[in-house]
């Protein structure tokens, strides 16, 4: 439940896997957030046409190499959300036992997270949000 006086939290959310995107879509807004979905960055960018998308987070999974996704989300960033500062998130595709769990900065407010779990995200995603901005 949302705190009074804060907004619920809008997450760009950004997946090329039907199967997956339906089941975070879910699970997003089960946790209260409000998501925005595109299937690839081209749809992103497009959606923005009409103006900057008010997101408070870009998460991204699009099957490709981390560091490929993250300048994708950086593209998306800079030319489809209102502000600059909107953390970025990348879920990691391919990776081994080594990285499982683990959430990586790459640069400022930009992470690359090889989940583990559900919970993993949802610590990630509460800890990246801005305080006045909470899931409903």
């Known amino acids: 439940m949302a705190e009074k006086g804060s907004k619920r939290a809008t997450i760009l959310y950004v997946e090329d896997d039907d199967d997956t995107r339906l089941i975070m879509r879910q699970n997003l807004v089960k946790d209260g957030y409000r998501v925005l979905i595109e299937i690839s960055e081209d749809d992103a960018l497009e959606r923005a046409t009409d103006g900057p998308v008010d997101a408070d987070l870009l998460l991204i999974n699009l099957g490709l190499p981390p560091d490929d996704v993250l300048i994708a989300a950086r593209r998306i960033r800079h030319a489809a959300i209102a502000r ?10 391919k990776y081994g036992t080594d990285m499982e769990g683990r959430d990586v900065k790459a640069e400022e407010n930009e992470w690359v997270s090889y989940l583990e779990d559900a919970e993993q995200l949802d610590r990630l995603l509460a800890r990246l949000l801005p305080s006045n901005v909470a899931p409903a």
């Open 84 to 93: 600059t500062d909107v953390p970025i998130v990348v879920i990691a595709y």
